[in-house]
């Protein structure tokens, strides 16, 4: 991944280049179909993700919580946390993704710790 595509999710934008492509080599694209289920509410919390292109709902028991766009990131909390999902995320058009796995998402914390200390903020900032 080219960490100019990094630059454009605001979790990302304030990252220094060499931070940005720390990053660069743990993220991976993904792309998926309107009405994919992105993420289910009760699974382990596998991967970060960000959503560069389209967007998501995302449903709590079977309520509409909140809707994403593009420079949203969700999956954060349970995998900084050890936690299973808390909520559903659903695609409501195709998705463009940024994803990274639970252990690459470990591994910012020594590779690029301003990133991660970014994500631990957005876990924080999300339970308040």
Do not use: C, W
């Not at 990053?23 to 560069?52: P, Y």
């Not at 967007?55 to 990131?73: K, N, Q, Y």
């Not at 910012?108 to 308040?128: G, H, N, S, T």
């Amino acid at each position: 991944m080219e960490p100019a595509q990094l630059k454009r999710i605001p979790l990302f934008s304030d990252a220094d280049d060499r931070e940005l492509r720390r990053v660069a080599v743990f993220a991976e694209s993904k792309e998926v179909s309107e009405g994919t289920e992105v993420i289910a509410e009760g699974e382990f919390s596998n991967a970060l993700m960000a959503i560069e292109d389209g967007t998501a709902e995302v449903s709590r028991d079977g309520e509409h919580i909140a809707d994403l766009g593009p420079g949203d990131v969700f999956g954060e909390a349970g995998m900084l946390d050890d936690e299973l999902r808390s909520a559903s995320v659903t695609a409501t058009s195709p998705l463009k993704l940024i994803t990274m796995g639970h252990f690459e998402v470990k591994r910012l914390k020594k590779d690029a710790p301003d990133v991660y200390a970014k994500i631990e903020q957005l876990v924080e900032e999300r339970k308040r």
